[in-house]
């Protein structure tokens, strides 16, 4: 059961431009959001995070917003930079109970 | 401060066969979990330790199978491997685990079934 979806696979955008990164959740239960970065050969690492709470967290140029309405957040970066190409991962808990994570986005920044 | 270490980097076996993973968590985090990652179906957890007890479990069959020691390292073993088996398999260790202490994931361990 696929409790968390993020529909684009992939997402190109240029150097300098906003990145807008999806994520839809089924399980209305879910209160505390992350986001995670994946570079080929290297384990995910944390990126930023959002409780249900909230519908918003900025950290430089990332943003996460939340809708809990549309069960729906997003990863905002500007302005996108050729490092931050990688596979985005989108993920959600309740309770401290396992996290569960989207099939990820692989984003491609263009110089 | 090191960081999450797996061993092997890269497996290859054949159908039928078990294999043993190992993880090492960064020192003073008591949470481990594993992830299993394969192409279009994202990070797919396995299950997670804490001081030795399994504390989650995910909707793996039961080849699948963890533990963990004192020192908080963890193993993950599979029996009868599958062709299905094959993946990246993802170590990740936290403080006290739970999604407030955002997960450290090691490199992971490239099994491939043949």
């Known amino acids: 059961d696929q409790q968390v979806k993020q529909n684009s696979p992939s997402l190109s955008v240029q150097e300098g431009r906003i990145s807008i990164l999806n994520c839809d959740y089924t399980?209305?239960?879910?209160?505390?959001f992350l986001w995670y970065k994946k570079y080929p050969a290297e384990g995910p690492t944390f990126l930023i995070s959002i409780s249900s709470i909230k519908d918003k967290n900025e950290d430089g140029r990332f943003t996460v917003f939340l809708n809990k309405s549309a069960k729906h957040l997003s990863l905002h970066i500007v302005p996108s930079q050729p490092g931050d190409s990688a596979v985005y991962f989108c993920?959600?808990?309740?309770?401290?109970?396992?996290?569960?994570f989207g099939a990820g986005t692989r984003l491609t920044v263009k110089p | 401060k090191a960081g999450v270490t797996q061993t092997p980097r890269y497996l290859i076996k054949t159908r039928g066969q078990q294999v043993t993973l190992s993880c090492s968590p960064i020192s003073g985090h008591r949470s481990v979990s594993w992830y299993q990652q394969t192409p279009g179906q994202g990070l797919q957890f396995l299950f997670e330790?804490?001081?030795?007890?399994?504390?989650n479990k995910g909707n793996f069959p039961g080849r699948f199978s963890g533990r963990q020691f004192s020192n908080s390292r963890s193993e993950m073993n599979v029996s009868t491997l599958e062709l299905g088996d094959s993946a990246l398999y993802l170590c990740?260790?936290?403080?006290?685990?739970?999604?407030?202490?955002?997960?450290?994931f090691g490199n992971g361990t490239r099994l491939t079934v043949t």
């Open positions: 993920a959600a808990e309740y309770n401290n109970n396992d996290m569960r």
């Open positions: 399980n209305s239960m879910f209160d505390y």
């Open positions: 990740a260790s936290s403080l006290v685990g739970g999604a407030r202490s955002p997960l450290h």
């Open positions: 330790y804490f001081s030795e007890t399994q504390r």
